[in-house]
């Protein structure tokens, strides 16, 4: 799952791939292809997963959307 965020003043990429070895492959390959992409790894293995064990998606995205925000204003 790729989640593309354009809301101002922060336009990331979250790359939400599942937390397996091929995924995360996939994941370091959309990161070196995306500038303003970050990794952004679901809490469980798949978001399917969170949505069964009751993790509210929505906070988890608020979160990632935050995260973006700190990249960007605090680049390595």
Known sequence: MILCLFTPP???VLVAFDAEELQ????????RALPNAIRW??????????????MNL???????????????DHPE
């Open 10 to 12: 922060v336009a990331a």
């Open 24 to 31: 995360e492959e996939a994941a370091r390959t959309w990161n």
């Open 41 to 54: 790894r679901p809490h469980a293995a798949d978001t399917s997963e969170m949505l069964e064990e009751g």
């Open 58 to 72: 929505r906070i988890w995205m608020l979160c990632g959307i935050q995260a973006a925000r700190i990249a960007r």
